[in-house]
């Protein structure tokens, strides 16, 4: 079946709030077993994935931004070993490498073994961000698709069905793209990745999809190339 998929290898982004279901905060069971579910279905087409998480720090106003950095960093291995367990329990293989070493949890992150492992048909979950503070989680999606030769990014949201010209929170009249350019993003300042993440998906022509991971089914008809939410990029 992947053969009918326009994708052979993607990254899936997720948000901390992603994981938080609609508690807002920590991790909701029932939520990281539906997005489990979703990412197996996908899995079972014949794709190969791999995961970038978000992390929701305690980090305050005021608080230095290395050190909220790193708060959030170690957010996302926690909220990697939730996804993994719960993606486990459903008879999926699954390996958590880190940018920052925690050789008694994950492994760390080595390019070649994360190809490895997908062609070997494992779900690899990317934790701990690049590693460094003033880097985002959507950089270091960017980042990984780069390296492991990622076919697409697929940029699970919440609450929107993918990029609008403003906050449809905020203005009903608000208008969802269904497709844009790399440099159109930048230039209207649309909430897609920030600047570096959109800067290194254009040089390397990563196409980003950007759809809404409320609905359920929505994770395996954007890995299999459907028309949902908005396409960045790409064809």
Do not use: W
């Not at 979703?38 to 970038?52: F, N, P």
């Not at 926690?78 to 999926?92: F, K, P, Y």
């Not at 992150?109 to 690049?130: L, N, Q, S, W």
Request: hydrophobic share 40%; proline share 3%.
């Amino acid at each position: 079946m992947a053969e009918k998929s326009k994708y052979k290898r993607v990254i899936l982004k997720l948000s901390g709030e992603a994981l938080a279901g609609d508690k807002g905060f920590g991790i909701d069971p029932e939520t990281v077993e539906s997005i489990a579910s979703q990412i197996k279905d996908v899995t079972e087409c014949g794709l190969e994935v791999a995961i970038v998480n978000g992390g929701l720090s305690g980090s305050s106003k005021g608080m230095d931004r290395a050190t909220a950095d790193y708060m959030g960093m170690l957010a996302t291995v926690i909220n990697s070993l939730a996804l993994q367990d719960a993606l486990e329990t459903l008879g999926v293989p699954t390996r958590v490498q880190t940018a920052i070493e925690m050789r008694q949890i994950a492994e760390t992150y080595i390019r070649r073994r994360a190809i490895r492992h997908m062609e070997k048909e494992r779900v690899v979950i990317f934790a701990a961000g690049t590693g460094n503070p003033y880097f985002s989680t959507d950089t270091t999606a960017a980042l990984r698709a780069a390296e492991v030769e990622a076919d697409a990014i697929l940029m699970a949201k919440k609450g929107v069905d993918g990029v609008y010209d403003c906050d449809p929170a905020k203005n009903k009249d608000a208008v969802m793209f269904e497709k844009l350019d790399y440099i159109e993003v930048i230039q209207r300042k649309l909430s897609v990745m920030d600047s570096t993440a959109i800067s290194l998906c254009m040089d390397n022509k990563i196409p980003i999809v950007v759809f809404n991971i409320d609905k359920p089914g929505n994770i395996l008809r954007a890995a299999l190339g459907e028309e949902i939410g908005t396409l960045v990029g790409g064809k």
